[in-house]
């Protein structure tokens, strides 16, 4: 075994030093990205003599020794090696499966529905067939599993999509290049957290996710219908733990977003951020209803008869809330809202509240502005507090808090790590130096329209190492650990 062993690690020094020559004509990593054929040539076995000996060395292994060594490689690496030979790109398309994180934020228009569908395929999605061209419905058409690359329509569509998933993704399982198999002999995916730019992907790209994905955001869903929602609802429901959706399509109901909540009993986090053609405050009391063992919430424009029916429902371990106000519909940053999101979440962790609503609140009564009484509101949940970011949308909206009442938080709420009061303008020196004082594990602070002076940076210099300066410009100062 130690033999083996030390064979082992010098095979994985040899393939390295031989993937770093192989590698050093790219100019970057984007050279070897799906939406260009620069490496073409590569590809085609048109390569310099040196590339040609040094890969030739590494492919007299093992094809199992092979696969060992490129997984100790980093993705940007194995990309880089797919492209030399197709012996490469088969050993690094047997380690796909094994990755449980992969970002496809950074959409490309050649990852269509057939790049994404063989990626999909070999990242161990079951029921996904390959050789799947456009237009056809997804899911329906494809290459067998023993066929060449060559022959595969993977091998411009799913090639390319396999570097880019390997260029972009994340971690994989520290395990060997062996996969979990299902029943069938079938590479079992173990892809757990998924981040995709569905720009370029038709509705039904959501019906060929690996059904093992746990945490899914899906941003660039500004085309869409409802059928893109519901394919997540037939393909992960029961798993889904974590969901965070970007889009700004009218053609995308509340309705199909709460026939997935209705399959996600362990949904655990829920982000949503979506244009005026979704009814959001029936989104989130749906989830309210459904998902009981919810944690984190992020919405934007819910009413308060929206927050007042979540107080209703049965969320003990929601701890993190976080909304934003865009129009005047949505509920402001006032006493009332801060009093019942406290009421709501018994141990509150993190408070994000942001109001951009302009010219809301002038002429109108305190309940319609945030006051000393509702800053003191924070107080009572001091013990699990760690984040509070408050937002207002002016200076003037702020002339009912004073700096006693600053003060009185910053004495209460001793753990705070991450600290923004956007338009207070009572946050002047004596705040600042409670909260700087009181709070020694603060590593974030944002302060918009601050009444400081120098004496204030002196003393987060003294007292806050962890802390630095990242812009002071226009009354605004923003730290950073």
Same mark, same amino acid.
């Given at each position: 075994m130690a033999s083996m062993e030390a064979i082992i690690i010098?095979?994985?020094?040899?393939?390295?030093?031989?993937?770093?020559?192989?590698?050093?004509? =790219?100019?970057?990593?984007?050279?070897?990205? %799906?939406?260009?054929?620069?490496?073409?040539?590569?590809?085609?076995?048109? =390569?310099?003599?040196?590339?040609?000996?040094?890969?030739?060395?590494?492919?007299?292994?093992?094809?199992?020794?092979?696969?060992?060594? %490129?997984?100790?490689?980093?993705l940007a690496d194995r990309a880089h090696a797919a492209t030399s030979c197709a012996l490469?790109?088969?050993?690094?398309?047997?380690?796909?499966?094994?990755?449980?994180?992969?970002?496809? #934020?950074?959409?490309?228009?050649?990852?269509?529905?057939?790049?994404?569908?063989?990626?999909?395929?070999?990242?161990?999605?079951?029921?996904?067939?390959?050789?799947?061209e456009l237009g056809q419905p997804l899911g329906t058409a494809g290459v067998g599993e023993g066929g060449e690359w060559g022959e595969e329509r993977g091998e411009e569509g799913g090639g390319g999509g396999e570097e880019e998933g390997g260029k972009k993704g994340g971690d994989e399982q520290g395990a060997g290049v062996e996969s979990v198999r299902d029943m069938g002999g079938r590479r079992k995916s173990c892809l757990r957290r998924l981040e995709l730019d569905c720009w370029h992907l038709s509705d039904r790209c959501t019906s060929l996710l690996p059904e093992s994905i746990e945490e899914l955001a899906l941003c660039g869903a500004d #085309?869409? *219908?409802?059928?893109?929602?519901?394919?997540?609802?037939?393909?992960?429901?029961?798993?889904?733990? #974590? $969901?965070?959706?970007?889009?700004?399509?009218r053609s995308i109901g509340s309705d199909s977003f709460v026939s997935l909540l209705s399959v996600s009993p362990c949904l655990a986090s829920l982000a949503i951020d979506a244009g005026e053609g979704l009814h959001v405050g029936a989104v989130v009391m749906a989830a309210g209803s459904l998902c009981p063992n919810l944690r984190e919430l992020s919405v934007y424009d819910i009413s308060m008869e929206t927050?007042?029916?979540?107080?209703?429902?049965?969320?003990?371990?929601? *701890?993190? $809330?976080?909304? #934003?106000r865009r129009h005047e519909w949505g509920m402001g940053l006032t006493d009332a809202v801060v009093m019942r999101i406290v009421r709501l979440c018994p141990n509150l962790e993190e408070l994000l509240l942001v109001d951009k609503a302009e010219g809301v609140g002038h002429g109108r009564g305190d309940e319609q502005f945030l006051t000393d009484e509702g800053l003191l509101a924070l107080t009572t949940r001091a013990a699990s507090l760690t984040t509070l970011s408050l937002r207002l949308p002016s200076l003037p909206a702020s002339r009912r808090c004073s700096e006693v009442a600053l003060m009185q938080v910053a004495s209460a709420c001793t753990g705070l790590t991450h600290l923004e009061l956007s338009n207070f303008r009572c946050m002047s020196d004596p705040p600042l130096h409670e909260f700087v004082s009181r709070c020694p594990s603060l590593s974030h602070l944002a302060l918009a329209g601050a009444s400081i002076t120098d004496a204030s940076l002196d003393l987060i210099a003294s007292h806050c190492p962890n802390l630095f300066l990242r812009r002071l410009k226009d009354g605004l100062l923003k730290m950073d650990s």
């Open positions: 010098e095979a994985a020094s040899i393939e390295a030093a031989s993937i770093k020559a192989v590698s050093t004509e =790219a100019a970057s990593i984007e050279a070897v990205s %799906i939406e260009a054929d620069t490496n073409a040539s590569s590809r085609h076995g048109i =390569a310099s003599a040196h590339e040609r000996e040094s890969v030739s060395d590494i492919c007299r292994l093992p094809f199992e020794l092979l696969a060992r060594v %490129i997984s100790h490689l980093p490469m790109r088969h050993a690094v398309d047997s380690l796909l499966p094994s990755l449980t994180f992969l970002d496809l #934020k950074a959409g490309s228009p050649c990852l269509d529905d057939a790049a994404f569908a063989a990626l999909c395929r070999r990242l161990g999605a079951a029921g996904v067939g390959a050789g799947l #085309k869409h *219908t409802d059928a893109l929602i519901q394919g997540l609802a037939d393909r992960l429901g029961p798993n889904l733990t #974590k $969901f965070a959706f970007s889009g700004f399509s927050l007042v029916y979540l107080s209703t429902c049965h969320l003990p371990h929601l *701890t993190r $809330f976080r909304h #934003k």
